[in-house]
């Protein structure tokens, strides 16, 4: 019986654990494993009653939601390294979620010396303190990256790292529908969280109305991820809507049809994340989109290193997407590049050929049985030593 401990803190967490146990469950025929740690209903599914569901607290947006809730996570961060160490897990691995994960490998290193620490998913620190590499050396034995430039720059710094490829990947492949483009469809993604969508939509919205203008037949769906979410949404398209005087039926809301939207639309426009990467899987030509309250923004300026901001353009390593960011972030400029990835062929597929260069960098799916397998090696490599 060998035992794995996992953190995780968010939803997509949940989501990368869930396949990750799922496929270690799969490929250890010789052993039997037991989950337990943290996550949420996913992997509690799978887990059991070893495995605490804490993701709708620990799910957190912004420095001033942790500082309100720094007495809980200090809280949980205690309790953690107590479960850690009374489990004894033959290891630990950790799933995103920086802020919290990479002090509790600090700090369990310093308990348990030789405790195992693995971690999936590699937190961006490459985009903001490159310099911290080394020190995370010093905590971590092993490192999963979803991207490959990635594993190349944490085993320069000394840091064993593996590319196992982006997990999305399977997601994405298992959500391919047979159909056609929309010549009058834009899709409109504003992004999963609600601080988001606030900042984002009514730009979106202000932008639909002007690209109205210019042709009448357009429609628009907007992807909200829950149906909370679409609620809030509906709210901020009747108050857009009563000032813009437009039809109620030219911008409807979605929900759960992220990938749907993505293949059935002609043009999108797509809040800087994840989502962008699936847009670009899915070969939607798209413009990206990021606002956020102006403080957080300096701030991130001031520690930010890379020069674009979508993941695309970060793979590719050039503006594949074009960017509005912060005050660029106006309908009438917005709507300018948009029209030409609707009107002009060319740049619709110069675009979409940069796309197959940058999903082809992602590697196929099964990154969680690739995962999974080099953390059953690696606990196989360990369990020899002893």
Same mark, same amino acid.
């Given at each position: 019986?060998?035992?794995?401990?996992?953190?995780?803190?968010?939803?997509?967490?949940?989501?990368?654990?869930?396949?990750?146990?799922?496929?270690?469950?799969?490929?250890?025929?010789?052993?039997?494993?037991?989950?337990?740690?943290?996550?949420?209903?996913?992997?509690?599914?799978?887990?059991?009653?070893?495995?605490?569901?804490?993701?709708?607290?620990?799910?957190?947006?912004?420095?001033?939601?942790?500082?309100?809730?720094?007495?809980?996570?200090?809280?949980?961060?205690?309790?953690?390294?107590?479960? /850690?160490?009374?489990?004894?897990? %033959? #290891?630990?691995? &950790?799933?995103?979620?920086?802020?919290?994960? *990479? =002090?509790?490998?600090? @700090?369990?290193?310093?308990?348990?010396?030789?405790?195992?620490?693995?971690?999936?998913?590699?937190?961006?620190?490459?985009?903001?303190?490159?310099?911290?590499?080394?020190?995370?050396?010093?905590?971590?034995?092993?490192?999963?990256?979803?991207?490959?430039?990635?594993?190349?720059?944490?085993?320069?710094?000394?840091?064993?790292?593996?590319?196992?490829?982006?997990?999305?990947?399977?997601?994405?492949?298992?959500?391919?529908?047979?159909?056609?483009?929309?010549?009058?469809?834009?899709?409109?993604?504003?992004?999963?969280?609600?601080?988001?969508?606030?900042? /984002?939509?009514?730009?979106?919205? %202000? #932008?639909?109305? &002007?690209?109205?203008?210019?042709?009448?037949? *357009? =429609?628009?769906?907007? @992807?909200?991820?829950?149906?909370?979410?679409?609620?809030?949404?509906?709210?901020?398209?009747?108050?857009?809507?009563?000032?813009?005087?437009?039809?109620?039926?030219?911008?409807?809301?979605?929900?759960?049809?992220?990938?749907?939207?993505?293949?059935?639309?002609?043009?999108?426009?797509?809040?800087?994340?994840?989502?962008?990467?699936?847009?670009?899987?899915?070969?939607?030509?798209?413009?990206?989109?990021?606002?956020?309250?102006?403080?957080?923004?300096?701030?991130?300026?001031?520690?930010?290193?890379?020069?674009?901001?979508?993941?695309?353009?970060?793979?590719?390593?050039?503006?594949?997407?074009?960017?509005?960011?912060?005050?660029?972030?106006?309908?009438?400029?917005?709507?300018?590049?948009?029209?030409?990835?609707?009107?002009?062929?060319?740049?619709?597929?110069?675009?979409?050929?940069?796309?197959?260069?940058?999903?082809?960098?992602?590697?196929?799916?099964?990154?969680?049985?690739?995962?999974?397998?080099?953390?059953?090696?690696?606990?196989?490599?360990?369990?020899?030593?002893?």
């Amino acid at each position: 019986m060998k035992t794995i401990y996992f953190v995780a803190g968010e939803a997509s967490a949940d989501n990368h654990g869930a396949a990750l146990m799922r496929s270690l469950r799969e490929l250890s025929t010789n052993c039997r494993i037991q989950f337990a740690g943290r996550g949420g209903a996913q992997m509690r599914e799978i887990a059991g009653g070893q495995l605490k569901n804490w993701i709708g607290d620990a799910a957190v947006l912004g420095l001033w939601e942790v500082i309100r809730k720094y007495s809980y996570f200090r809280e949980q961060f205690r309790q953690t390294l107590d479960e /850690i160490q009374k489990s004894k897990p %033959d #290891t630990v691995v &950790l799933i995103d979620y920086p802020g919290f994960n *990479l =002090r509790l490998a600090r @700090a369990l290193r310093k308990r348990s010396p030789r405790q195992k620490i693995i971690y999936y998913i590699s937190p961006q620190v490459w985009a903001w303190n490159r310099g911290r590499i080394k020190k995370m050396a010093r905590h971590l034995d092993l490192m999963l990256c979803i991207f490959p430039f990635e594993a190349d720059l944490y085993n320069e710094s000394g840091l064993h790292a593996v590319f196992v490829g982006h997990p999305m990947i399977e997601r994405l492949e298992a959500e391919r529908i047979d159909t056609e483009r929309d010549p009058n469809l834009v899709g409109l993604f504003p992004g999963s969280r609600l601080r988001e969508v606030r900042k /984002i939509l009514p730009v979106l919205i %202000d #932008t639909a109305n &002007l690209l109205k203008r210019h042709k009448p037949t *357009l =429609r628009f769906e907007v @992807a909200a991820a829950s149906a909370e979410l679409a609620a809030e949404m509906d709210k901020m398209l009747k108050q857009r809507r009563s000032i813009s005087g437009q039809d109620r039926q030219m911008i409807q809301i979605k929900i759960g049809e992220t990938a749907a939207i993505m293949q059935r639309a002609f043009v999108g426009i797509v809040a800087s994340g994840s989502a962008t990467l699936e847009a670009a899987y899915f070969r939607l030509p798209f413009v990206l989109i990021y606002k956020v309250a102006w403080p957080t923004y300096l701030a991130a300026r001031l520690v930010v290193t890379i020069k674009y901001l979508g993941m695309p353009n970060v793979l590719a390593n050039k503006e594949v997407v074009p960017e509005f960011i912060q005050h660029e972030a106006k309908p009438s400029l917005i709507v300018k590049t948009v029209r030409q990835l609707m009107e002009k062929t060319e740049a619709r597929a110069q675009m979409v050929a940069g796309f197959d260069e940058i999903v082809s960098q992602l590697a196929k799916g099964d990154a969680s049985k690739r995962a999974a397998q080099v953390i059953i090696d690696e606990i196989g490599r360990s369990t020899s030593k002893e």
